[in-house]
């Protein structure tokens, strides 16, 4: 079974406020995450990174949190826009290899209100 | 745009039919990976080459078969095509120096009827 899954499925919220979406993983083994943004119609797009030596990992307006020791997590918005509704898939990578075969979670799909 | 093309966008075809899916992958980009995206299963890894060799193997049915050819675009070949088989296919490249982001295509949607 999937070893990615995310604690909520939708998410609304006002346009300005701070969207945070939840992602839990199982594999311990895991070691490097990937937060993709799909909007209806298109392919995932690459959002942010970060590898299990990090805890924390900023990018324009989004943040990614990562707790190793409860396996959890999350991708922040700031301000959040009308642009950025859309379906968002948290994916990860076991490390070892040269496989890079990522595992993503069912996505949580995120409605801003204007 | 993530600078990997998919072609065709939309197939429709019947039960029983083959199909071939195409893939350009970024310029300089050497690994390419197919998924498939349905309702019920989400984003399912298929297949992945690098530079003209399988690296790696999802939950590929062995109705479906894949290739990298020497120009590094690949093809995702389907057959003996059944309803359930109708989802979007997309395509992922990854550069040679950081091989983990993938950069996807806009995806081929196929519906089997």
């Known amino acids: 079974g999937e070893s990615v899954g995310l604690h909520l499925p939708t998410l609304s919220v006002q346009e300005g406020d701070n969207s945070i979406i939840n992602c839990a993983y199982s594999n311990s083994a895991s070691d490097y995450f990937i937060w993709y943004k799909q909007e209806s119609g298109k392919g995932p797009q690459f959002i942010i990174d970060?590898?299990?030596?990090?805890d924390k990992r900023q990018g324009q307006r989004v943040t990614v949190l990562l707790n190793k020791t409860v396996k959890h997590l999350s991708l922040q918005i700031a301000a959040t826009q009308p642009g950025d509704s859309a379906v968002y898939f948290c994916a990860e990578r076991i490390a070892g290899g040269s496989n890079y075969k990522l595992t993503f979670g069912k996505g949580t799909l995120l409605t801003v209100n204007p | 745009d993530s600078g990997v093309t998919q072609t065709p966008k939309h197939l429709i075809t019947a039960t029983g039919q083959r199909v071939t899916l195409r893939c350009s992958p970024r310029?300089?980009?050497?690994?390419v990976y197919w998924y498939q995206q349905s309702l019920d299963q989400g984003l399912q890894f298929l297949i992945q080459y690098y530079n003209g060799e399988e690296r790696a193997k999802g939950n590929i049915l062995e109705r479906f078969s894949a290739q990298q050819f020497p120009d590094l675009h690949s093809e995702l070949n389907l057959s003996s095509l059944e309803l359930g088989d109708s989802a979007l296919y997309f395509c992922?490249?990854?550069?040679?120096?950081?091989?983990?982001?993938?950069?996807f295509g806009p995806g081929t949607r196929l519906t089997v009827l």
């Open positions: 992922a490249s990854s550069p040679v120096t950081a091989a983990d982001t993938q950069y």
């Open positions: 970060i590898r299990s030596n990090m």
């Open positions: 310029s300089g980009d050497l690994s």
